[in-house]
Nanobody
């Protein structure tokens, strides 16, 4: 397990940008695949973006492709989510996740942050 702390959420107008950060504890950050998920009110948690251990491979939900960018800095134990051209439908609590197996299929071994609220006004 790894401790994850998200930051960078807030209120932004449609079309604006936000950058989320997720700082991880420990010295084995590079052994974790990292991802971002989100949960809107009344909906189930959904996948947003993920990156493999080296950051060379990235994956995105169709709904955010071309607007969001995930990146990681293994030297800083941090993963980022740059969100551009935000839409009201992007409003949700965003969660950072870490997994040493397969971040695209979270299970009981996945570590989660506490979440950060992103609100996009129209």
């Amino acid at each position: 397990q790894v401790l994850l702390v998200e930051s960078g959420g807030g209120l932004v107008q449609a079309g604006g940008s936000l950058r989320l950060s997720c700082a991880a504890s420990g010295r084995t950050f590079s052994s974790y695949e990292m991802g971002w998920f989100r949960q809107a009110p009344g909906k189930e948690r959904e996948f947003v973006a993920a990156t493999r251990r080296s950051g060379g491979s990235t994956y995105y939900a169709d709904s955010v492709k071309g607007r969001f960018t995930i990146s990681r800095d293994n030297a800083k134990n941090t993963v980022y989510l740059q969100m551009n051209r935000l839409k009201p439908v992007d409003t949700a609590v965003y969660y950072c996740a870490a997994d040493q197996h397969n971040i695209l299929v979270p299970d009981f071994r996945t570590s989660w942050g506490q979440g950060t609220q992103v609100t996009v006004s129209s």
